[in-house]
């Protein structure tokens, strides 16, 4: 039985993110978080960094990547997707994209090619919770709260619990092929 | 019997009518619909998804609007189109409907989009066709037009959230009409408690009450508190025989009009699939007044094709169990 590293408290996590996150906050910024980890976080963080965020006029938006993803012809369309929100101009805009645990990078570049379907931004960043490490394209985040290595049999997950904080959840996947 | 509309996993693999859908389907059509409309919002109105694949629109009858519909929503998902008015082409040299899709798959056609006069034409290519096709129905004689009433239901959706209070009326000739049995069974599948058919006797299939619904052959009663009223096109072409004595006489006893609207719910919506016949079964005023909806169904109708076509298409045939993120090489 693997019996998981020590899962950091997702909570406490997000106060890093938030405090490495703050400088990056210019004018002329937006945040977009990638469904759905992406987006609690990014709720979370709009309200630690409420001075800074109105300050700037920091605007928001939020990305569903399921008519983007490069996995579409094995598995189609997941049950469930929500409309991606960008209620701002993206053109010549520094976009920050969020997400909760960067992996392979195939859903960054699945909301990368999105963003751009809105306009030309004049920069991306990636911020990720967690980097759990196995990337499959040269994509990588820039600011992460953690570096948790993962096996490929293991799945980490951002979950979102009924009183509205978050945690994190490793599960184990034995059999795969 | 099967469901030859669902794959053994009960995935959708062809749309052919509504009947025979679970409510999970039309939940996930709906709300895939919902993230299309925003597609067509934006900067770039397309999305990557049916990159490389060919639609192949199969029209044994003509239907410039629906044609048009589905060649657009195809190419906002990035399919090459290809759109056969089979009418006008093969079928007058004799060629069978078969050979004519066997000669399309031929030439590599991934998803056929079918309307027929005669009612089945779409099950029937469903039937031949090898796994990896998919079929949809755009309308086969007076059976079934699957993407008029997800339309629709997304509309009333859109403006009436909540579905399981509404009072919905239909108006008009419900027995030549190719959506009214659709309708009826989606709205009742979705939990719509009070759906009313209004028409005269000679409009209306036998043994209506059957589906459910209460019928009304006069619209001043019929309308009554109704949160939506859907409008029917008056099926001038199909008509045969002496139904009814003339279109005046249609308009003054059944055409919509301000007057009989306003016995509805004052924020009553109304609805028409098109084209419109103004003046026999709905008045300018009311087509082109604050409570139509009738273009916006018409924007919904491409954010509903493009839900439906990107739902068949991705997936592999269910043969592939077991299947992992990486695909299997083949």
Known sequence: ?177 | MNNPQLDTDGRLRHLLSIEGLPKKILNQILDTAESFVGVAEREVKKVPLLRGKTVCNLFFENSTRTRTTFEIAAKRLSADVISLNVGTSSQSKGETILDTVDNLIAMHADMFVVRHSQSGAAHFIAKHVPDHIHVINAGDGRHSHPTQGLLDLFTIRKYKPELHNLRVAIVGDVLHSRVARSEIHALTTLGVPEVRVIAPKTLLPAQVEKLGVHVFHDIKAGLKDVDVVMMLRLQNERMNGAMLPSAQEYFKTYGLTQEKLSLAKPDAIVLHPGPMNRGVEIDSSVADGAQSVILPQVTYGIAIRMAVMAILSGGQPSASQGSTSQGTGS
């Open chain 1, 1 to 177: 039985m693997n019996t998981p590293t020590h899962i950091p408290n997702a909570e406490v996590l997000l106060k890093t993110l938030a405090e490495k996150l703050e400088p990056l906050l210019r004018e002329n910024t937006a945040l977009v978080g990638i469904h759905s980890g992406g987006v609690w976080l990014m709720q979370k963080l709009l309200d630690l960094l409420a001075p800074t965020i109105a300050e700037k006029g920091i605007e928001h938006g939020t990305l569903d990547v399921s008519f983007y993803r490069d996995d579409y012809a094995q598995r189609g369309l997941k049950s469930e997707n929500r409309p991606s929100q960008i209620p701002f101009e993206v053109h010549n805009k520094h976009i920050i994209l969020i997400d909760d645990v960067f992996y392979t990078g195939r859903t960054t570049r699945a909301a990368m090619n999105e963003l751009f379907d809105y306009g030309r931004p004049a920069s991306i960043t990636l911020v990720a919770l967690i980097n759990r490490g196995g990337r499959e394209l040269p994509i990588a985040p820039q600011i992460v709260a953690a570096d948790i290595p993962l096996d490929a049999t293991q799945n980490l997950q951002l979950v979102q619990n009924a009183d509205n904080s978050l945690s994190l959840q490793l599960i184990n996947n034995k059999a795969q092929t």
